[in-house]
């Protein structure tokens, strides 16, 4: 007997294979003919499509009736390839074509054994291309099943381009779609297998939690452009900033956005959990493993199972446990301390740090290899003191949450209180501002809020000149941000006007302008040790 060697068993790869089987064997006992199995499957597309792009235009948030244009069209039927296990993109277009090429099937290898499953996509991409165009013929040019290496869907929705083209042809007359193949839809088995499909989707479908951002600062919305962009894939994300900026609101942001928004979002400070429990925090424990252990121990990755695992103050990871986290991160699996069971990890990493991590990697207190696992896409929050043009939508924000907290009606800040707020450096960051504005609410009785007390560390931001306006305050505020953030930049870059030039964007003469307006001199920073 020959020896075997058994697929990889896991959830996925046995639905593949019993859906694969069940075709080949229905057609190896004679239940189903060639065309009947061909039939049977295009069916089951025809019924899933309606409910597949319902379920897509929701998550594009586009209306649910309104006739989707061509462009539209194919970012809807590559979005639903890939949410259920392909790798699609759009390849060419022109009016009334479009083409699109995967390189994974949702069916895995297996397809090959029943190529008949590729059937799914072209009544998928046929019935949705009918109700919106009226009409649709699609060609599958290539196929993983035929061993092409890839497949490509050709999808004509105009009937005068599509003559003389292969391919199977879909129409859609007064909301009933039939196919070249099983001709019109039979109402009694349409609503029978529709009602499976939707079924399904109403008993899974989840509301992503609301996150609110503030981002009216340049520098903030790229970050939140970025988020944006990372949070529907599992990349793995550095977010980087001082103590206080929002890192963890970004962390959560991206969990919101992404496709397990309905899965667990754990989250574990790296610095708060003394070094030698770090690992059984992590990885949990055996019962046994160690004096003290009498039960076994779940530890942050089985919790954060299939959601998100936030790493915070990701530089005060041992190196011991950087080695098993890099593992993780390479393998998907890891053990209990004290185990010998290897255990499958489904859990998306975010990491955070409020330390430049190239002195630890210089000096060997943080593997390069997982460091280079961990910044994927990297974040930078810039401090507060940076993105003045947030400090306004902030502080309104923190006032309506702490009104909603204490039950009492909205307070709003007058000039004076204005003009602490943009005066101050904000070494804490948004938690300063958090901290100082409830402080605030509770002491004043009315809903103008004129001072916002003593600021933290005993400084007072002192009261604006007799007439000070708002646009006054604003060109103040501005001033004082694009001093601090030359300022910073001369820091960073020990006084190199190129350098600090190329950071904000502008002229090196741009700067010297601005230099010379803010009494700045760069020769100050160019010798910090002397500062």
Not at 238 to 246: A, K, N, P, S
Not at 326 to 347: I, K, M, Y
Not at 379 to 384: E, K, V
Not at 448 to 464: D, K, M, N, Q, Y
Request: charged share 25%; net charge neutral.
């Amino acid at each position: 007997m020959s020896a075997s060697h058994p697929s990889p068993l896991n959830p996925v790869a046995f639905l593949q294979a019993f859906i694969v089987q069940s075709i080949k064997v229905a057609g190896q006992l004679g239940s189903l003919e060639a065309r009947d199995r061909l039939r049977y499957i295009e069916h089951l597309g025809l019924a899933a499509a309606s409910c597949l792009e319902s379920a897509g235009r929701e998550q594009q948030s586009l209306d649910a009736d309104a006739p989707l244009d061509q462009d539209r069209y194919a970012s809807l039927i590559v979005e639903i390839k890939n949410q259920i296990g392909g790798k699609f993109s759009r390849t060419s277009s022109a009016p009334g074509y479009v083409s699109v090429v995967n390189h994974v099937c949702p069916f895995g290898d297996a397809v090959m054994q029943a190529p008949e499953l590729c059937r799914m996509t072209s009544s998928v991409f046929g019935a949705i291309g009918a109700r919106n165009f009226g009409y649709a013929k699609v060609h599958l040019h290539k196929r993983i099943a035929t061993g092409d290496g890839c497949c490509e869907a050709r999808i004509f929705v105009e009937p005068a381009l599509a003559q003389g083209q292969p391919g199977d042809e879909y129409q859609s007359r007064d909301g009933t779609v039939s196919s070249s193949l099983v001709g019109g839809e039979d109402p009694e088995l349409q609503r029978k297998l529709s009602d499976t499909w939707c079924a399904n989707r109403k008993t899974t479908k989840h509301t992503a939690p609301a996150i609110h951002m503030v981002a009216e600062s340049p520098a903030m919305r790229a970050a939140l452009r970025v988020a944006r962009v990372v949070a529907p894939t599992d990349a793995s994300v550095l977010i980087t900033g001082e103590t206080g900026v929002g890192k963890e609101i970004i962390a959560r942001t991206i969990h919101a956005l992404g496709k397990r928004h309905d899965k667990p979002f754990v989250t574990i400070n790296c610095g708060a959990i003394p070094e030698g429990l770090v690992e059984t925090e992590l990885f949990g424990h055996e019962r046994g493993a160690f004096t003290g252990a009498y039960d076994v121990h779940h530890g942050y990755f089985e919790r954060a199972d299939g959601g998100t695992l936030f790493l915070d103050e990701i530089n005060s990871l041992p190196l011991a446990v950087q080695v098993k986290l890099l593992r993780v991160l390479q393998e998907g699996t890891f053990e209990r301390v004290g185990g010998s069971q290897t255990l499958a990890a489904d859990v998306r990493i975010l990491a955070a740090t409020n330390q430049d991590m190239t002195g630890l990697l210089r000096e060997g207190g943080f593997r390069h290899d997982l460091y280079y696992r961990l910044n994927v896409v990297p974040i930078d929050i810039p401090p507060l003191r940076r993105r003045i043009d947030d400090l306004s939508a902030l502080a309104n924000h923190i006032l309506r949450r702490l009104s909603e907290k204490y039950g009492v009606a909205e307070k709003i800040l007058g000039s004076e209180a204005w003009h602490q707020l943009v005066s101050h450096d904000w070494p804490g960051n948004i938690r300063e501002l958090e901290n100082l504005l409830e402080r605030a609410f509770l002491f004043t009785e009315g809903p103008l809020i004129e001072h916002v007390l003593e600021l933290p560390g005993g400084t007072s931001a002192g009261a604006p000149a007799d007439g000070v306006n708002l646009r006054a305050l604003k060109h103040q505020a501005a001033s004082a941000a694009e001093r601090r953030a030359i300022q910073d930049s001369l820091q960073r870059y020990r006084g190199q006007i190129r350098a600090v030039a190329r950071e904000l964007g502008v002229t090196t003469r741009a700067v010297h302008q601005k230099l010379k307006s803010h009494g700045i001199k760069p020769a100050e920073y160019r010798h910090p040790v002397a500062r």
